[in-house]
Antibody, heavy 117, light 109 residues
Framework: EVQVVESGGGLVQPGGSLRLSCAASGFAFSAYWMHWVRQAPGKGLEWVSRIHPDGRMTEYADSVKGRSTISRDNAKKTLYLQLNNLRAEDTAVYYC??????????WGQGTLVTVSS | QSALTQPPSASGSLGQSVTISCTGT?????????VSWFQQHPGKAPKVMIY???QRPSGVPDRFSGSRSGNTASLTVSGLQAEDEADYYCSSYAGSKYVFGSGTKVTVV
């Protein structure tokens, strides 16, 4: 079964850091673009970042550029998102997705990040 | 990058049709091959309903269709069913980043 499962969310103070992980299974992870998309409580979807299958190309939303790093370990079939200098407006459910907007897209169930003192 | 513009809400009776618009610019919706539509039920992850403007993934009912005219994309749901009540979002690739629409809550009355 094709599956992606996020982990690593939690409560963090403003200015703090967090690393999210996304474990993939059931498909050739190294062949796919992978994305992070977030959704603040009661709000709409916001694309965060994506990474090329080989990990050499990355793109970021303006809202997280310079504060976040997306990476992947194809041997471990795992996607990561390092979030630094967190702000209250980063509070959201963070979804990992394979080809998030395409035929065969697979989204995880999300991990909640709460930024609060 | 500003969010794409969608109406906050739309409604239709069982069996009727509803169309949701998604307005962007010539830098995204108007020229991108990658315009998609998502359905999201409360507490669930989004699901792709339309990709590449008008393509329907396998398993999505043919009641769902997508189109584009100028800088506006549209999602039409024909023959509304109770399970179609959900939030719908459009998205578009905008050259080095993706942008989502503000979301439309569809109510089946």
């Amino acid at each position: 079964e094709v599956q992606v499962v996020e982990s690593g969310g939690g409560l963090v103070q403003p200015g703090g850091s967090l690393r999210l992980s996304c474990a993939a299974s059931g498909f050739a992870f190294s062949a796919y673009w992978m994305h992070w998309v977030r959704q603040a409580p009661g709000k709409g979807l916001e694309w965060v970042s994506r990474i090329h299958p080989d990990g050499r190309m990355t793109e970021y939303a303006d809202s997280v550029k310079g504060r976040s790093t997306i990476s992947r370990d194809n041997a471990k079939k795992t996607l990561y998102l390092q979030l630094n200098n967190l702000r209250a407006e980063d509070t959201a459910v963070y979804y990992c997705a394979r080809d998030f907007d395409y035929e065969g897209a697979r989204w995880g169930q999300g991990t909640l990040v709460t930024v609060s003192s | 990058q500003s969010a794409l513009t969608q109406p906050p809400s739309a409604s239709g009776s069982l069996g009727q049709s509803v169309t949701i618009s998604c307005t962007g610019t010539s830098s995204d919706v108007g020229t991108s091959k990658y315009v998609s539509w998502f359905q999201q039920h409360p507490g669930k992850a989004p699901k792709v309903m339309i990709y590449e403007v008008s393509q329907r993934p396998s398993g999505v009912p043919d009641r769902f269709s997508g189109s584009r005219s100028g800088n506006t994309a549209s999602l039409t749901v024909s023959g509304l069913q109770a399970e179609d009540e959900a939030d719908y979002y459009c998205s578009s690739y905008a050259g080095s980043k993706y942008v989502f629409g503000s979301g439309t809550k569809v109510t089946v009355v």
